[in-house]
């Protein structure tokens, strides 16, 4: 609908007004909305975040309200959105379902309830506050106790009927005891979620298909409920919380439901009938104040949710009240929704740089025009391979949306190509290593690039970075600017040169005084007698984590034994695949690697498995899981213990699982275990006595 030149144009007047609002007159806003709604409704490529859009929108409402006469019927403000498409059937709502308007702080909050204090002739008010889900609005009928018909948001007024997508999610009851409560048909509204968890699975899935990932959970949601195919959208995993009733009747000669009075008493009436409304997730608050609190609190720990949320809405609880102020023509006047701080921002892709890990993998870094998302500025974000930046098409110059996710790990959204003036350039990968010039290879398999000269500076000291680190053998107040440091001054070339530097030079450096050279020697010292199963770890060895380095280690007595093992039999160990094991045997199978090994022991590194008596001891074969609150020991300490003794913790109930032990306020796992007769079930003192106490009479 637009042309390029618009597009661009329309960019520009967006910039300008971003940074100078107040030069912006009414009519060249809307036309801005207009444009933006476009782009995000009907073209499905937004150019601006969300957040954008809102201050864009919210500028409208501030200059309408000042001059309520030039308000016209087609003005953004007057619709509800524009978002239908034709392939489904279009089906009114018995009532349209409003947005709510946003708040972003404190102020906003107070005017809110001003004016409904106002309205409502009262000193204060009860608000019900509870989480802004991000997902997809839906709308539900249900009739004579049967889910009838759902419908997606459309308009607001009307919506495209999916109930056959919808009847997909669990959560949403098919049928519900409308009756018992005297209802007869019942409109009520919600919102579709994918949780982070399903969300990264199916992304997981998408990617083994080589198919393109999907940006986040909301459009995740959103692109379900729109499948073709029911049974697809049963593969989804998706959720919906139910936080509205927009409407109902009731059946003759019944009475309103007590629970109908409050907003709060209906998410009960709801959470009863079947449905999932928030309930943990929500709060009645007395007053302004405390909401203010509430919301300060809630933004800070939002990350902990299983699912995204983009904000809060603060309801009026009392429906009295709430009918009595109304709604205005887009908006309840009785409720708000309180926006949490932007996580998407547009920016510019400026430079790629190539960077060579330990392993060899050469990651293509983007360097950004900075800019800050959720009060964190983002400068710097992984492009992970080649096919990334294909699949994204991603060009230097290009504006990028970039978004912060609940993982807290800022990724590239996507790029907008309509933006494109002619000078993006393509990003072509490097054929040669950036740092050493070897010429790169990749495996037919692989999506990563790599440099295979084993004397590549960046890998030697990426893999003196890793050999430090705190799950190797957490050599502390080495960190990674020391290692290069001492590198690039020729103080340290090697993994086994840690071992033997030249703390004399060291102490002369700036920044390094006696303490601190104390701290390292020590640090590095206590390393040598680290267990066997960090020195594996550390080394570096593709596909070697650190679970599969434990495992290895309790199969051995000393480390040069996997010279020995062949593939076959490193395969019979747990979780070891073929490529592990083919990866270790690589590995044990290169003199240099054996060398390094020879060198380590000589400068004293513990090289065998100390507790080889312990692993074939007690518990040998035995497997364990904790549950619930310990008092006595810290879960960590007693899963070393159970490990020591040749056990192995799983991670979930299962028939495997010999012995659960349970602390204070065990949950599912405990009522799982007691379905499966050959679990033992014992307590926190039993597992002392059996596991520490017997360990001390087979020492002594
Ligand atoms: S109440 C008339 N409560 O936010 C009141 N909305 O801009 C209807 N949303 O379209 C909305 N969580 O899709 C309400 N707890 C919640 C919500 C919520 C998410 C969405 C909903 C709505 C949009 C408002």
Not at 16 to 33: A, G, M, S, V
Not at 178 to 195: H, K, N
Not at 357 to 367: L, Y
């Amino acid at each position: 609908m637009y042309t390029k030149d618009q597009i661009q144009a329309f960019q520009i007047a967006t910039k300008n007004f971003i940074d100078n609002p107040q030069d912006i007159n009414l009519e060249n806003l809307k036309k801005l909305l207009k444009f933006h709604e476009y782009q995000y409704y009907v073209a499905a490529e937004p150019l601006i975040s969300d957040y954008e859009y809102d201050v864009l929108y919210q500028q409208l409402i501030a200059l309408e309200g000042a001059s309520p006469h030039l308000i016209t019927t087609d003005s953004p403000s007057q619709r509800v959105g524009n978002s239908l498409n034709n392939n489904f059937e279009t089906v009114p709502h018995l009532v349209p379902m409003l947005s709510l308007e946003n708040s972003y702080n404190a102020e906003d909050l107070n005017d809110f309830d001003r004016k409904a204090k106002e309205g409502a002739q009262l000193d204060s008010i009860k608000y019900c506050v509870e989480p802004k889900f991000d997902g997809a609005s839906i709308s539900l009928i249900y009739e004579n106790d049967m889910l009838v018909r759902a419908s997606t948001r459309g308009d607001g007024v009307a919506g495209e009927e999916i109930t056959q997508n919808i009847k997909q999610i669990r959560s949403i009851p098919l049928s519900v005891p409308l009756s018992q409560y005297g209802i007869q048909q019942m409109e009520i509204r919600g919102e579709v979620i994918m949780s982070k968890k399903s969300f990264s699975d199916f992304n997981d899935k998408l990617k083994a298909k080589q198919q393109a990932t999907l940006a986040n959970p909301r459009n995740a949601a959103a692109g379900s409920l729109r499948m073709k195919d029911p049974k697809e959208v049963g593969e989804r995993n998706l959720d919906a919380f139910i936080y509205h009733i927009s409407f109902y009747t009731l059946k003759e000669g019944a009475a309103i439901p007590e629970q109908l009075k409050t907003h709060s008493g209906s998410l009960e009436l709801l959470w009863n009938m079947g449905f999932r409304s928030p309930q943990k997730e929500r709060k009645v608050i007395s007053n302004i104040e405390g909401v203010i609190q509430f919301c300060n609190d809630f933004e800070s720990s939002r990350d902990n949710l299983p699912y995204e949320i983009d904000g809060l809405v603060i309801k009026i609880n009392d429906f009295a009240l709430q009918e009595k102020l109304g709604m205005t023509s887009h908006h309840p006047r009785w409720a708000i929704a309180y926006k949490f701080k932007a996580r998407q921002a547009t920016t510019i892709l400026e430079n790629v740089e190539f960077q060579v890990g330990r392993t060899g993998a050469v990651t293509p870094v983007a360097k950004l025009k900075a800019v800050a998302i959720g009060g964190v500025t983002v400068s710097s974000i992984s492009m992970h391979n080649e096919e990334y930046i294909r699949e994204k098409d991603l060009r230097l110059g290009d504006t990028v949306i970039i978004e912060r996710a609940g993982d807290v790990i800022p990724q590239i959204v996507h790029s907008i190509a309509s933006l494109r003036n002619g000078t993006q350039q393509i990003i072509s990968f490097p054929t040669t290593c950036p740092v050493c010039e070897y010429i790169l290879e990749k495996e037919e398999t692989e999506a990563v690039w790599r440099c295979n000269n084993p004397n590549c500076t960046a890998q030697i000291v990426e893999r003196m970075i890793h050999f430090v680190s705190k799950d190797a053998m957490d050599i502390k107040s080495f960190g990674d600017a020391n290692i290069r440091k001492f590198y690039e001054l020729g103080l340290l070339k090697n993994i086994p040169e840690i071992y033997n530097l030249d703390f004399e030079n060291i102490g002369r450096l700036e920044g390094f005084g006696k303490k601190s050279v104390d701290n390292l020697k020590i640090a590095i010292d206590a390393s040598k007698s680290q267990p066997l199963y960090r020195l594996i770890y550390a080394l570096g060895i593709r596909f070697v984590g650190e679970t599969t380095a434990k495992t290895i280690a309790s199969h051995i007595e000393h480390i040069l034994d996997l010279q020995h093992f062949s593939i076959e039999q490193l395969q019979s160990f747990e979780d070891v695949g073929v490529k592990v094991a083919s990866s270790i045997h690589h590995y044990f199978s290169q003199e240099k690697n054996i060398a390094l090994i020879k060198e380590l022991d000589a400068l004293g590194l513990n090289m065998i498995q100390t507790n080889t008596t312990a692993v074939d001891g007690n518990l040998s074969g035995l497997n364990f899981l904790f549950t619930g609150t310990l008092t006595q020991l810290k879960r960590s300490d007693a899963e070393a213990m159970v490990e020591a003794r040749g056990g192995h913790i799983l991670s979930g109930v299962s028939s495997k699982l010999n012995y659960l032990v349970v602390g204070e306020d065990a949950g599912s796992k405990l009522e799982k275990a007691k379905k499966i007769a050959s679990i033992k079930i014992i307590t926190e003192a039993d597992f002392i006595w059996q596991i520490y106490l017997s360990n001390k009479n087979s020492t002594q």
